[in-house]
């Protein structure tokens, strides 16, 4: 079972932009505390990129900060991640991450490639 389904990964040049998709369904949504971006560089650790709070309070990494985007929509139990300015170090398999009072959920991925 998929509780959260991503989208919106692909190959870039460098300087290009995507965007990424988390969705989930209404009831995960509305318990959610925080959502997140992480990332996983190849053979690195996964590392936080974004979080937005549900007050909207909004963190990035500092790597990231100007040229990403956390943003979310009630309505559609859907958040994002704007990606602009794409680097080649951006590249990673992009996580989404919703988080709970009882733990967390992840979504599986999706790639993000970014050529030179």
């Known amino acids: 079972q998929v509780d959260l389904l991503e989208s919106g990964g692909g190959l870039v040049q460098s300087g290009g932009s995507l965007r990424l998709s988390c969705t989930t369904s209404?009831?995960?949504?509305?318990?959610?505390?925080?959502m997140a971006w992480y990332r996983q560089p190849p053979g690195k650790q996964r590392e936080l990129v974004a979080t937005i709070s549900n007050r909207n309070s909004i963190n990035y990494a500092d790597s990231v900060r100007g040229r990403f985007t956390i943003s979310r929509d009630n309505a559609k139990s859907t958040w994002y991640l704007q990606m602009n300015s794409l680097k080649p170090e951006d590249t990673a398999v992009y996580f989404c991450?919703?988080?709970?009072?009882?733990?967390?959920?992840w979504g599986q991925g999706t790639q993000v490639t970014v050529s030179p």
């Open positions: 209404r009831s995960i949504f509305s318990i959610a505390n925080a």
């Open positions: 991450n919703a988080d709970f009072y009882f733990g967390e959920k």
